[in-house]
């Protein structure tokens, strides 16, 4: 319990049992016990106790709520919890009666197993509306995977859809199937002889809870004191706002172990799940940002880096899921047109329980710029975005060109963003002018690229984005530390080691609106499938690289795929046709083949190596042949091209 609870609610709560929840002596973070008079009964939640938006400091809980005694071991670290003897528990006062959410007492009565089974089918029978499917995603997306948290996560999320079921906004049958999915992928195999019925205990107990709550008209009504159902439909989607906020808010940062105490090995391996993209989502079904992880997308001016946030923002939005955005470079206006633009509702995009905009001016060092920072940290976000890193910086008085100042901004902005609100924080940077030397990196230290969580995007403008035509950008990836995005590349650029994973397409000609689309890669994006076009002093001989491919694509023997044998074989092919053997060639064709991936090799006899084929070279298909696109319906069953009917594209 914070500081910020009412003075008269802090008052009355000095009557009850308090059971502390840290080893903090000066936290208040704890359970209070009363005891209810005969016939008091409450739903969950605070009823017309529930503080503002940022300031949560309690909640209560109906059936499904337990509190875990002594000597009860403790799962994070190996102790014990521990109880203190407290004494007789005092009645609940009528003043914090009067502002809870009590329900009718003749709903609710204890039932036994049999009983709650027939009312979860008939509850599933008779709630079958769909007017809000849409409604049913950021409730599956609540749900915590980690084995410390998924029991509580998936309750919460159960009884969260069941009485939005109630309402008609989806199917119940429709949400208890996606939900058991999600929740057998994250608990598979692991039982070790718990109870298997688990999932649908706690579905009897929350169909129990919808039917003692009623509608959810019925809840924002008794809450709010709403009588009219227009004014209670607008009440639930607040409500769809904030609840996230409730179920998903983080544990205070006072009951953790101490950062230096030994780490339970076996137990972070166990609460270890794998961490797959899910928000900014390709046309093919693949996303490219990580929750709660730290992401980079950098590149030129008017590159389409903040489109491609703004994208992410857009859908977001668009799905009921709320953002922050940090904006150190633009203001509101610019960003809400652009959000309008991409098909964000203008009701949306000024709702600030969704879309949550903040221009800082100065750091968080004042009291009143600190407590205003921790309330946006108090947040849940899906998405936050922190555009223009070095204007930040700035801002902090820290330097891009210095290790520790970056390692220190990480700290205080995206890695406390992340970890506390659980968002995806996408950083926006810019890189350096000279193209062929900065590589993977935003501007400034190598230690931007190092404090990243989530992946590094490189954002390279192919067709310039403007009002009344469309443009497009190659998106390639610098880093990926979940290991979950680069296999959905092409192959790797040798300059910098990125690789193109989407195509940002943005459609302006309709000059009210832009369509955009994130396309996986395709050759039309040349220049961003290998290194750029060498100098005539690189000259890479393709049409000689197909021949060695070709070639040993069709030897079987061994001893027939060394260096010399190869050469050997192509030269006498050329001596056959009467043209000049090219030996030198021939071997630079090998180098470069192995080089670049297409051939691998192994040691052999005498010292000698023996090539096999990785995947076929063909010019075709290569972006810096010159018979790319051209010749990309040939169709040559054999190395030996006659030269009559073939044009030597690279021969030299």
């Keep these: 319990m914070p500081e910020n609870v009412p003075d008269w609610l802090s008052t009355l709560l000095q009557s009850a049992v308090f059971r502390r929840t840290t080893t903090d002596p000066d936290n208040k973070r704890g359970h209070y016990f009363y005891r209810l008079r005969p016939g008091e009964v409450f739903g ?159 579905l009897r107990d929350a169909v129990a809870a919808a039917d003692a709550d009623g509608t959810c008209e019925e809840l924002a009504a008794r809450a709010h004191g709403f009588t009219d159902a227009e004014t209670c439909r607008v009440a639930l989607d607040v409500i769809d706002s904030w ?182 924080v996408a950083c926006v940077d810019h890189v350096a002018k000279d193209s062929q030397t900065r590589g993977r990196f935003a501007l400034g230290s190598q230690h931007k690229i190092a404090g990243l969580s989530g992946a590094a995007y490189v954002v390279e403008m192919e067709q310039p984005f403007a009002v009344g035509q469309a443009g497009r950008a190659s998106v390639r990836v610098g880093k990926d530390r979940p290991g979950r995005v680069r296999g959905l590349g092409t192959r790797w650029r040798k300059s910098d080691r990125t690789q193109h994973v989407a195509d940002l397409l943005l459609d302006s000609t309709d000059t009210d609106r832009t369509v955009w689309a994130l396309d996986p890669p395709s050759r039309g994006g040349v220049s961003t499938d290998t290194d750029g076009k060498p100098s005539k002093g690189a000259f890479r001989p393709t049409w000689f690289m197909e021949q060695v491919s070709r070639y040993w694509e069709e030897t079987d023997d061994p001893a027939k795929r060394t260096n010399s044998k190869t050469v050997d074989a192509m030269c006498a092919e050329r001596k056959e046709q009467g043209k000049t053997q090219h030996r030198n060639m021939w071997r630079e064709a090998i180098k470069v083949l192995e080089a670049e991936g297409f051939a691998g090799s192994e040691d052999g006899p005498r010292d000698s190596l023996v090539y096999s084929v990785v995947k076929p070279y063909r010019q075709h298909d290569d972006p810096l042949s010159d018979e790319y696109a051209e010749a990309g319906g040939q169709d040559v069953d054999n190395w030996k091209v006659q030269l009559k009917n073939d044009h030597e594209g690279g021969e030299g």
Aim: hydrophobic letters at 40%.
């Design 44 to 202: 969950c939640g605070l009823g017309r106790l529930k503080p503002p938006k940022g300031e949560r400091w309690g909640e209560v809980k109906c059936y499904g709520g337990a509190v875990v005694l002594g000597p009860t071991q403790h799962p994070r670290d190996g102790g014990h919890y521990a109880t203190a003897p407290g004494g007789a528990l005092s009645f609940l006062p009528a003043e914090i009666a009067q502002g809870l959410n009590a329900p009718d007492v003749n709903r609710v009565g204890p039932v036994d197993a049999g009983e709650l089974a027939a009312r979860v089918k008939a509850f599933l029978g008779t709630h079958t509306d769909n007017d809000s499917p849409q409604a049913l995603e950021p409730i599956c997306k609540s749900f915590d995977t980690t084995p410390s948290n998924r029991h509580s996560s998936m309750w919460d999320a159960l009884c969260w859809a069941m009485r939005e079921a109630k309402a008609g906004r989806f199917s119940a049958t429709d949400a208890v199937d996606a939900l058991r999915e999600r929740w057998t992928d994250a608990i598979g195999g692991q039982y070790r002889g718990r109870d298997p019925d688990e999932f649908d205990r706690m």
């Design 243 to 424: 609840a996230p906020t409730i179920m998903n808010a983080p544990n205070d940062a006072s009951d953790r172990s101490p950062s230096w105490a030994p780490v339970d090995v076996r137990a972070a391996r166990d609460s270890r799940s794998v961490l797959l993209p899910t928000i900014l989502t390709r046309a093919d079904g693949p996303c490219l940002f990580y929750r709660g992880r730290i992401h980079s997308v950098h590149g030129e001016t008017e590159s389409g880096k903040s489109w491609l946030v703004q994208c992410a923002t857009a859908e977001c939005l668009l799905i009921g899921e709320p953002v922050l955005y940090l904006d150190f470079e633009d203001e509101a206006g610019a960003v809400a047109e652009r959000l309008i633009r991409l098909g964000v509702p203008v009701d949306v995009v000024e709702n600030p329980a969704l879309f949550v905009y903040v221009h800082p001016e100065t750091p968080p060092t004042t009291e009143r710029e600190r407590q205003a920072f921790d309330a946006l940290l108090n947040g849940t976000y899906s998405l936050a975005v922190v555009d223009g890193v070095t204007d930040s910086m700035a801002l902090f008085g820290l330097s891009g060109m210095d290790a520790d100042d970056v390692a220190r901004w990480h700290r205080e902005l995206p890695k406390a963003v992340a970890h506390r609100t659980g968002a995806a």
